[in-house]
């Protein structure tokens, strides 16, 4: 599928690099079709969740693991049903990253982990999971 993305240009996307978030995303309802996009590297860091129904709307998205951060969280018989999700060890789990000042190169990256991604590998469907109580472990890496 060919495709605009302000990051890449136009691109040319295989079918299993498509994600269908079949409910939206929160306050990106009408955006359901997403392209799973990242910069040429061996094991790339940040991935690009770019819209394919709308080229403006794009979002960073990191695995939770790169900053030492493990959730525990269920799903309701009627999100596991909508993604397929019939096994944990089919799901990524992923966070938005955004910046405080999106026009400032320089500005703070932050996560945001009161909604994780959470991604069936093999059906390619999602969905963005709210959590009120976030109950996590944080392990803080040194760079040593």
Known sequence: MQIESPVFGS????DDKLISFP???????????????HPDAAQPRVFYLQSVEDPGI?????????????????????ELAMIGLDS???AAVMVILRRDNPDDANSPVRAVLTAPLVINLESRKGIQKPIANIGCDITLRSND
């Open 58 to 78: 794009a979002f960073s998205i990191a695995s939770p693991d790169q900053f030492g951060l493990h959730y525990e969280f269920s799903l309701s018989d009627d």
């Open 23 to 37: 409910a939206g995303l929160p306050g990106f309802e009408d955006c359901k079709l997403f392209a799973l996009l």
């Open 88 to 90: 944990a060890d089919k």
């Open 11 to 14: 691109i040319d996307v295989p």
